[in-house]
């Protein structure tokens, strides 16, 4: 089987961010869902502010649940990641990443994100998007091992 980044468009979508989520809401079960999951809608026709919603809402945060997996990558879109700080503007936004291969997970503000990608140069997946390939070993975080 493909990564995950190298599967198709349809593939990718089927599961996005499913296993994050779960993970997210396994730990803050107090929090509530967000942003749009797999809508009948055709996406590209909705403004990238409404489609990269933030995924959870807390008290006082909302938060985007991402994946990485094996390769250490956290592949954040260009254009997600310009809409999660207007996202941050409204209300402070944080990033939470599950890695799924040494089963550990960290969050951070999402402007905190701001000085690494500002000189990193993007990467392209298979259907055009540009993303930052970040990785996640050289975030300065705080790691929290999978105690569920």
């Not at 997970?105 to 905190?112: C, I, Q």
Request: aromatic share 12%; hydrophobic share 40%; glycine share 4%.
């Amino acid at each position: 089987m493909k990564p995950f980044h190298q599967q198709s468009w349809d593939a990718r979508y089927a599961k996005m961010g499913d296993e994050s989520e779960a993970k997210f809401d396994a730990l803050f079960p107090n929090s509530a869902p967000f942003g749009l999951n797999r809508p009948p809608v055709n996406l590209s026709q909705v403004p990238a502010f409404i489609r990269y919603m933030p995924d959870r809402l807390m008290h006082d945060r909302l938060v985007e649940c991402m994946g990485v997996g094996k390769d250490q990558t956290l592949k954040l879109k260009l254009d997600k990641f310009v809409c999660l700080g207007h996202w941050d503007a409204v209300c402070p936004t944080w990033l939470f990443v599950w890695d799924s291969h040494r089963k550990r997970w960290m969050w951070m503000p999402v402007h905190d994100l701001l000085p690494v990608v500002a000189l990193m140069e993007t990467k392209e997946f298979p259907e055009g998007k540009l993303y930052y390939p970040i990785d996640v070993n050289d975030l300065i975080v705080e790691w929290h091992d999978d105690a569920s």
